[in-house]
């Protein structure tokens, strides 16, 4: 769940990145179900839809449902492969001349950065080529922002992901949960499930979410800079 207290700056871009070809030789080897189609000319992201697995319909895991938007968007829904190096779920897409690597930990919040650290280091991938997507209690729901790297802002996932890449300069799209009145509640409403009033404005925010970082992705992908 989240918490008070931020992570503070560490230099992004410190993990190194692996060669494209010894990361398909190595995931050819990881994901025993999955076939590693040719690399496209373009450039290679990963998204990884941060939450609690078993726990998908929660506020905490919306990260999660984006990624399965995200997913039956680009027409791999049905591709999703556990892996067990990664202890994640993992599906690969085109998007133009880019590939991109959806990602989904099998591990709780608080270890979420474990699988996302061995999949950047699987695929030969950067921290700023590494797209976070999490729940934000400071946001209502409906919100969305996309914030280019920095602290955690109290996130137990983000957290993670910043201690196990090294690095802080992942790109984050924070998706709006709202925060209760009442300090004492916010574990119970970070880790229940969305009301049937918040459900039905659900479909419309995936699908914002989808938008807003295919459409960042697109942009990035034409630029000649790595970073964001």
Known sequence: MTSGGGVGGV?????????????????????SRCVLEPRPPGKRWMVAGLGNPGLPGTRHSVGMAVL????????????????RYCAADLALAPLGDAQLVLLRPRRLMNAN????ARAAELFGLTAEEVYLVHDELDKPLGRLALKLGGSAR???????????????????????????????AVQAHVLGCFSPAEQELLPLLL?????????HIRERSQGPSLGP
């Open 68 to 83: 399965g938007q995200l997913a039956r968007r680009l027409g791999v829904a049905e591709s999703w492969t556990r892996d």
């Open 154 to 184: 109290g996130h137990n996932g983000v957290r993670s992901c910043i201690s196990c890449l090294n690095s802080n300069a992942m790109p984050r799209l924070r998706v709006g949960i709202g925060r209760p009145a009442h300090p004492e």
């Open 113 to 116: 950065g474990r699988s996302v």
């Open 207 to 215: 699908d914002r979410a989808t938008d807003l970082i295919l459409d």
């Open 11 to 31: 230099n992004g871009g410190s993990m190194r990145p692996g060669g494209f070809l010894g990361a398909g030789q190595r995931l050819s080897r990881a994901m």
